[in-house]
């Protein structure tokens, strides 16, 4: 038998050649990039320090918290002009890779915010790990720091840490 009269099956050359023999020019379809918000932040953010809390009934947090929030920067040497303190609550859906995007951050500390939220991995509170090449940090609540010793005392020897203290 000759391969002139070989025939086949349209059925089987259609599973044979499932993409075109001829590689089609393709032009790649160009990235659409999310329109993201302008992020309004207290502090003044002069050594890049991103501070992200989540406050549905504030617009940053109660003088209680933001008392201690203050004692906590004073112990690390740092004080409101040189961090951004963003209340995530504000704008859902953006990641850490977005807040780092549209502020300037080469550390960053969450409060209470899982980190699924933020873009991240899981990761375990109080332990300093680097993502998106800045080093992060998760700590619970700032209410739960103020009443339990414990925690405060791991959120300063993990600040010890990312500071070098």
């Avoid at 000759?2 to 379809?29: F, G, V």
């Avoid at 961090?83 to 850490?96: D, K, R, S």
Wanted: proline residues 8%; aromatic residues 8%; glycine residues 4%.
């Amino acid at each position: 038998m000759s391969l002139e009269q070989l025939q086949l099956d349209p059925y089987l050359l259609a599973q044979m050649y499932n993409q075109p023999i001829i590689p089609e020019m393709r032009s790649a379809q160009p990235a659409v990039e999310k329109a993201l918000p302008k992020v309004k932040y207290l502090g003044e953010n002069q050594k890049n320090v991103l501070l992200l809390i989540q406050n549905e009934s504030e617009a940053y947090l109660n003088d209680e918290l933001f008392n201690l929030l203050t004692n906590i920067l004073s112990a690390c040497k740092l004080g409101m002009q040189e961090v951004a303190l963003v209340n995530v609550a504000q704008y859902p859906g953006l990641t850490l890779a977005d807040y780092k995007q549209l502020i300037p951050a080469q550390q960053c500390i969450f409060f209470a915010i899982p980190p699924e939220t933020l873009g991240l991995p899981p990761m375990q509170p109080y332990r300093l790990e680097t993502h998106l090449q800045i080093p992060v940090l998760y700590s619970d609540h700032l209410q739960q720091i103020a009443t339990d010793k414990t925690s405060k005392g791991k959120l300063w020897m993990a600040l010890k840490q990312l500071f070098g203290i």
